[in-house]
């Protein structure tokens, strides 16, 4: 599996959209790594994982083709994961030379709104609503949705994706995990963790995590042999309230095993 993370910002992106603190301009300055879109991610230029507003962008940065894709799945409707009016762009009247429909993966929320979205070349779109640890199939790959600590009105998800015998955690946005998302992944096996990480130092890990929380999972998944020594460990979807740099955030958590993600970031396993 190739896995690219097109943006690793959280919310309001890095540096936010209307702000004028230190820390944005700062970013702004630096540019490079600095620069951080809201989350999304591409595994195989096949499946999709949220739809952010910042998605055009994505598109033209990573010369993607999006025509191509024929699954889109979404954690859950905050709106730096999921802009619904966008994906109306997709109906024959203004995308051509797509004979497939798309198909949406969510919860009932997600299925809910896109529908109410896309108004018109309904056909064009197929809906999945998905439930916590049941297993499905997309195309080569077994994802299962486990339950995330983020949102107490909706039914948020983080993903386990399997494929070749390759197998990710996809996981955020989400503070400290639910037990029952602890009990599901006590005997299983991981290659690859992308865990939030919003709050950097910031002592609070609901919601989100922050370093401190990162740095736990990531022991407990060694100590439990859920994880091994070559496993890889990334950090991701980052605030600006952290004032974090990307450099800074290196040096907290790359002596720890973790990588920090940027824009553009690819990853086989």
Not at 4 to 13: H, S
Not at 30 to 57: V, W
Not at 205 to 227: A, C, D, W
Request: hydrophobic content about 40%; aromatic content about 10%; some cysteine.
């Amino acid at each position: 599996m190739i896995i690219k993370l097109l943006g690793t910002a959280a919310a309001e992106g890095y540096p936010a959209i209307f702000c004028n603190c230190d820390a944005c301009k700062l970013a702004t300055e630096l540019g490079g790594k600095d620069i951080r879109t809201r989350t999304s991610a591409i595994i195989d230029q096949e499946l999709k994982i949220d739809f952010p507003p910042d998605t055009l962008h994505h598109v033209l940065t990573n010369k993607l083709n999006l025509g191509n894709i024929e699954h889109l799945l979404f954690s859950h409707t905050h709106h730096d994961h999921f802009h619904p009016d966008d994906l109306t762009m997709r109906a024959p009247v203004y995308a051509h030379n797509i004979s497939y429909p798309l198909n949406i993966y969510g919860n009932d929320v997600v299925i809910a709104k896109c529908v109410n979205a896309i108004q018109y070349s309904k056909e064009s779109f197929k809906y999945h609503q998905i439930k916590p640890f049941v297993s499905f199939q997309i195309s080569e790959y077994q994802v299962t949705p486990l339950l995330a600590d983020h949102d107490q009105y909706e039914t948020c998800f983080i993903f386990y994706i399997e494929k070749d015998n390759k197998k990710v955690l996809y996981g955020h946005d989400t503070g400290w995990f639910p037990q029952q998302t602890w009990d599901w992944l006590e005997n299983k096996k991981l290659d690859l963790v992308i865990l939030d990480c919003t709050h950097g130092l910031i002592p609070e890990r609901r919601n989100h995590l922050n370093i401190e929380g990162v740095k736990e999972i990531k022991n407990i998944f060694s100590q439990k042999n859920i994880t091994n020594k070559t496993a890889n460990f990334i950090a991701t979807h980052f605030s600006h309230n952290i004032k974090l740099t990307h450099s800074d955030l290196t040096n907290l958590l790359e002596p720890f095993g973790i990588m920090v993600a940027f824009d553009g970031m690819e990853i086989e396993i």
